[in-house]
């Protein structure tokens, strides 16, 4: 199946590498999102995220006439639907983008159009979105109607790879292809063969939704059980660092580094998808979830705790996005532990080098946003709590001789 034109819905952490990506192989490309400041940034070649090398890819794309960003959807041959897929406050999946988005691209499809949704989704949400496009053009045949003589082709395909290494993994890594019929996945893997170079594993619609959510909750599981582990050791007076470290010899025994949560627009939301859909089965996935989501109280208790011991109230907190060394701080626990901090009456003082500016989510607050030169210099009688393993943060020495704790690892023996 040939592609003239692709159209990506949603340019975040991952519509915009996919769109630049995409573009990259000398297809044409037209980037929507409902931001302004987002499509002006990038129609001047220009990105809004921190993702490496991405700049160059969406200047050259851009210059090159093959990347172009748009407010609203225009025709196109294929349409990559990325946009967020949160939960509700009772956990329940927020499908309302997914809807938007079909909405949006619905008046602009044509006979022969392929649809793939990569946000991460519950089970079912591809045939839901199906349903979406099918009551906005009731001119064309959809696969839920017609199979494989549908009009339009739809699949799920959902993206499989890490914030800091996007560009890489984009193309590296296997694909998981999930269409609502035969000819759905091979008009899926006909376009993600423009750029992928591993595997395109094919299967049907509901399996590729599971498989994503498994990846995640399987890794959830894992983390919350090093998060519970680090919990025992702190009653025991045990460096659970070093205890790991000497676990991890045996030969099949792999534990995970601890940390003050899990964050992520994935394994903070993924595993809830699935405890949604079947509670009474998914017990061990929703106690993960709830262990892991309890772990930012625990740090900030022990936070205050060594800051009472000591007589402080000057606290320097190093990183708040949810994983080192990039500037998403969505589902971040080490933002809840700020938070808890500056409701508990405490002083604050933020290092974190890759935000220029504090996220509003801290208001009223507004914790001063410092270099970490800064920090050592005008800070040094306050208690240092490192929750992020920046590169910057890593240097065994960087905090000898002040009151630190570590919660992420970052320095020598995890203390």
């Known amino acids: 199946m040939a592609f003239d034109r692709v159209a990506v819905i949603g340019l975040g952490y991952i519509g915009l590498p996919t769109a630049a990506v995409l573009a990259s192989r000398k297809l044409e490309v037209i ?8 499509v002006d940034t990038i129609n001047r070649g220009e990105i809004h995220i921190v993702e490496p090398d991405l700049d160059m890819v969406v200047k050259a794309a851009v210059n090159q006439g093959y990347l172009r960003a748009s407010l609203t959807p225009e025709p196109a041959d294929a349409f990559l639907i990325a946009v967020p897929t949160p939960f509700q406050g009772d956990h329940q999946p927020d499908l309302s983008y997914i809807e938007a988005a079909g909405r949006a691209i619905a008046p602009v499809l044509k006979s022969g159009d392929l649809v793939i949704l990569e946000s991460t989704s519950p ?15 009731p001119d064309l045949s959809f696969p839920q109607q017609s199979g494989d003589a549908s009009d339009i082709r739809i699949a799920h395909c959902p993206e499989r790879v890490l914030p800091g290494h996007v560009l890489r993994e984009l193309v590296q890594n296997d694909r998981v292809v999930g269409g609502m019929t035969p000819s759905c996945s091979a008009a899926a893997v006909d376009l993600y063969r423009q750029f992928v170079d591993a595997d395109c594993l094919v299967t049907d619609v509901r399996t590729a939704e599971m498989c994503k959510l498994t990846e995640n909750s399987f890794r959830d599981v894992n983390i919350a059980f090093a998060n519970e582990l680090s919990l ?31 964050g992520g627009h994935c394994i903070a939301v993924d595993p809830w998808f699935i405890v949604s859909q079947t509670p009474e089965e998914a017990r061990l996935i929703r106690t993960a979830r709830e262990r892991n989501d309890g772990k930012p109280t625990f740090v900030a208790d022990r936070i205050e705790a060594q800051a009472n011991a000591l007589g402080i109230r000057d606290i320097v907190c190093m990183g708040i996005t949810f994983k080192p060394d990039i500037d ?30 504090i996220p509003e989510e801290l208001e009223p607050h507004r914790p001063q946003l410092i270099s970490l030169e800064e920090a050592l210099s005008r800070h040094s009688d306050a208690l240092f709590s490192v929750l992020v393993a920046h590169q910057q943060f890593q240097p065994p020495d960087i905090l000898e001789g002040r009151h630190a704790l570590d919660f992420c690892g970052a320095l020598a023996g995890g203390r």
């Not at 702190?234 to 000497?246: A, E, K, S």
């Open 31 to 38: 980037g929507v999102d409902v931001q302004p400041s987002v």
């Open 123 to 137: 089970v079912g949400a591809t045939e839901q979105l199906a349903e979406w496009l099918a009551d906005e053009r």
């Open 232 to 262: 025992i050791c702190d009653r025991h007076g045990i460096d659970v660092w070093n205890l790991i470290r000497l676990a991890n010899h045996h030969p099949r025994v792999q534990i995970l580094q601890p940390g003050p949560g899990v």
């Open 328 to 357: 998403d701080v969505r589902q971040s626990p080490s933002l809840i532990v700020v938070r808890q901090l500056l409701d508990r009456g405490f002083r604050l003082s933020i290092v974190e080098p890759n935000l220029q500016q």
